[in-house]
């Protein structure tokens, strides 16, 4: 089989560039060359993928062809790895441990590919990861015995600085092979009231408002923990997160079910972290949950 031809980075880079501006001329002084320069690139970027991939309107303005969104997106994401394996290189070697706090609503979601990425930049700095809800990883952090951790909204201390770093609809669960969700009261599976979790409170106040009926069968610390009697039969839950064990399925908006809120995950930073180990980790968290939320944005959460 033919080898595929190579892309040159500086080429994407400078098509991404011109993307986001809509201007050749703003671009250029991105990548600090000529506009003419910055044209030629597009047209041999052209010729190697055989299609139009920018055109030029009235006025100047820059549009992307079909081909030419198709091509952003994916720019983004091998201009993302490219910058990556760069800093890998070229930054100085780190060393140390940093400990991470983070909901088992996340654990598996997230930090498996927020801890191969960040191994493979700073492959000798340690990470510590407790696993807790968020009410303790937050007042751990505030204690001094961790230096990062997620959390969910709500959790934040007043006045303590906070980075969004995801948000998305809070949905339904239920089993593939049964229907809780047709029962009168609904049953439901979800996190232990001492929890404070947010997730509770909204999907009540949802129900409530709806005048659903509904009696809480199960309570646990864990997200695993409730999606155990949802894969029995037993209960419906809720969550953000759009992966789902086999078993398990999203119920649609028209199934019956009150429509719930977004729901967001937050970073918080101790007052006095390990520096600079913190924030080269937070900064790879923040780039993963960018790639995330940009994957969520282009697919359907009830085609998951």
């Not at 991105?30 to 320069?37: D, E, P």
């Not at 609904?186 to 947010?198: K, N, Q």
Request: aromatic share 6%.
């Amino acid at each position: 089989m033919k080898i595929p031809v190579g892309i040159d980075p500086d080429l994407l880079r400078a098509f991404a560039y011109i993307a986001e501006e809509g201007s050749f001329t703003r671009a250029a002084e991105r990548v600090g060359r000529t506009q003419s320069a910055v044209s030629m690139q597009v047209q041999r970027l052209e010729a190697i993928l055989g299609q139009k991939i920018l055109q030029r309107g009235k006025g100047g303005a820059v549009h992307l062809t079909p081909h030419g969104s198709y091509l952003l997106e994916k720019s983004r994401d091998l201009l993302a790895m490219n910058d990556e394996i760069w800093k890998a290189f070229h930054a100085p070697a780190a060393h140390g441990v940093v400990r991470l706090g983070t909901p088992d609503d996340y654990a598996l979601r997230y930090l498996p590919q927020v801890l191969r990425r960040f191994a493979d930049a700073q492959p000798a700095i340690e990470v510590e990861v407790v696993v807790a809800p968020s009410t303790e990883v937050v007042e751990r952090l505030k204690n001094g015995e961790l230096d990062l951790t997620l959390c969910s909204d709500g959790h934040a201390p007043k006045r303590w600085p906070a980075t969004e770093l995801w948000r998305g609809p809070l949905l339904w669960i239920t089993s593939e092979r049964h229907a809780p969700h047709r029962l009168d009261p609904l049953p439901l599976a979800l996190a232990l009231e001492s929890h404070d979790c947010t997730w509770r409170r909204v999907t009540l106040k949802a129900l409530e408002k709806a005048g659903r009926p509904y009696h809480i069968k199960y309570n646990s610390a864990s997200l695993a923990g409730t999606y155990a009697p949802v894969l029995a039969g037993l209960a419906v839950t809720v969550s953000p997160v759009s992966w789902l064990p086999d078993g398990l399925r999203l119920l649609r908006p028209d199934e019956g079910l009150p429509a719930l809120p977004d729901a967001g995950i937050q970073l918080l930073k101790a007052r006095q972290p390990r520096q600079p180990l913190t924030d080269i980790l937070a900064t790879h968290m923040a780039e993963t949950f960018r790639l995330e939320m940009r994957r969520a944005q282009t697919a359907s959460p009830l085609s998951a």
